[in-house]
């Protein structure tokens, strides 16, 4: 397997993964077909600063409080907190400081999530237009229309009902998202090499299974990919509306408290060193404005009602520790103003890859020494430090599972886990099932009853990504 989809770009023979005998998948129809407006760009469409998606009448946000709630917000700061080196470590890590002051409706918690509507790379869609032939039409209005009417298929409600090429490329599909079978198979019809018909037939068949899951699903081949591969493919762009994802929203948790400053939050985010995200690349170039929208709460957050109870905070990866520190900014400043009622205790621990990629430690040590975090417990997982005897959080979990599970079993203590993928998620459960099966002496199964028990009570909350 290659590592790198454009190292792959460079290597792939085609001809290689054309197998002797394969089954041609059937052909799918086309359901879209684009229509020119008029023939030279039009320079009044190019005012309007808007988002493509926000011209869409019918668009709907995932998870917004609210329809209609998208909103241009400016960016107040930029730093980073940790420049990836492509060794010891492989992410950079962000902090973004958003103002809000012109949007008087943007309330929030620690724990809240934003989603950012994204823009594809500039020189990707660029390359879109000179594979497409599009170049000379890239700002001419048209439109998308449906090839015959029917009730199973309608005109995609993230696409405006006018729009452009440039717009469609950059607003509007996810021009790295998964080129799926059947898209494979069409674009065979657009080629005039026998030996890129053959390939894509090939790969796109039962057969090319493992050729496919080795090139697209294992080293990540984008259409760009398979288009600079196969010279000869020429799609149209309407086949690309009809097959590629929609550019979707991306959810950050916000890394700040309100009780701080209401009119501005931060957010926290890594970036990889090779094959950055779509938004997180976005996010990379510095822009002055970003659209976003408030996503529904959930219960993964910290407000005044929570002062009183103990948690335990558990973050795996860098990123993961952003609500956290919204969590205890705000413990820091009810405890300051003089809350009702005891403070609960904090309890956090952290698995990254070194000391450096935890965000704003210092602060952490910080609020250790002032009781606001109760006790902090840290692994490096590729570093570990003279100070501290854990690699993985795991091992850090079995180290300290007598008060950890002591902590746990109290009635008034939430546990919280932030981790990067479902599978880490996993993985800490059965850790956490099996510290509650050595201290409590009972089997496994009946811990992870406990912990499916805590999750109906909302004791047990997670957040997590892909």
């Given at each position: 397997m290659v590592a790198d989809n454009v190292e792959l770009e460079k290597t792939l023979d085609i001809n290689k993964y054309t197998l002797s005998k394969y089954t041609v998948s059937k052909l799918v129809e086309r359901t879209l077909e684009l229509r020119f407006l008029d023939n030279s760009p039009d320079l009044d469409w190019n005012v309007d600063c808007r988002h493509g998606q926000e011209k869409c009448a019918n668009l709907q946000l995932p998870f917004a409080r609210s329809p209609l709630t998208l909103t241009r917000v400016n960016v107040k700061d930029f730093q980073i907190l940790l420049q990836a080196d492509g060794q010891l470590h492989t992410k950079s890590i962000t902090e973004i400081k958003f103002d809000v002051k012109k949007s008087p409706d943007f309330i929030w918690q620690p724990g809240d999530t934003i989603g950012i509507l994204p823009y594809n790379d500039e020189s990707d869609v660029e390359e879109f237009l000179k594979y497409l032939n599009l170049e000379d039409k890239a700002d001419n209005l048209c439109v998308f229309q449906l090839l015959q009417e029917s009730k199973k298929t309608k005109c995609p409600s993230h696409i405006p009902n006018r729009t452009t090429p440039r717009e469609v490329l950059r607003d509007c599909i996810n021009l790295r998202g998964v080129v799926k079978k059947q898209f494979l198979r069409v674009l065979a019809e657009y080629c005039s090499d026998?030996?890129?018909?053959?390939?894509?037939?090939?790969?796109?068949?039962?057969?090319?299974?493992?050729?496919?899951?080795?090139?697209?699903?294992q080293n990540a081949f984008t259409l760009l990919n398979i288009l600079k591969t196969c010279k000869s493919c020429q799609p149209p762009l309407s086949l690309l509306v009809e097959h590629l994802p929609r550019l979707l929203p991306r959810e950050y948790s916000i890394a700040s408290s309100p009780l701080i400053n209401s009119n501005e939050f931060n957010i926290i985010f890594s970036i990889f060193f090779t094959n950055p995200g779509i938004t997180t690349k976005m996010l990379q170039s510095k822009p002055t404005q970003v659209s976003m929208y408030l996503r529904q709460p959930t219960l993964f957050c910290y407000t005044e009602d929570d002062f009183q109870n103990d948690q335990i905070l558990i973050a795996v990866g860098g990123a993961a520790l952003a609500p956290y520190l919204g969590f205890l900014q705000h413990k820091e400043c009810l405890i300051e103003k003089g809350a009702s009622g005891v403070a609960g205790k904090t309890w956090l621990f952290v698995g990254a890859v070194s000391q450096q990629a935890i965000p704003h430690r210092s602060q952490l040590m910080q609020w250790l020494s002032k009781n606001v975090l109760n006790k902090f417990i840290e692994s490096h997982s590729r570093s570990p430090s003279t100070t501290n005897s854990y690699q993985y959080i795991h091992e850090a979990l079995n180290a300290n599972s007598k008060v950890f599970i002591d902590l746990l079993l109290q009635p008034q203590t939430k546990i919280y886990i932030c981790a990067d993928g479902s599978q880490i998620s996993k993985a800490l459960e059965a850790t956490i099932c099996k510290c509650l099966s050595k201290e409590i002496n009972i089997e496994e199964s009946e811990a992870q009853n406990i912990i499916k028990d805590y999750r109906k009570q909302n004791k047990y909350r997670e957040d997590f990504w892909c």
């Open positions: 026998v030996s890129d018909i053959s390939f894509l037939k090939c790969v796109s068949s039962k057969e090319g299974s493992a050729y496919y899951n080795e090139i697209i699903l």
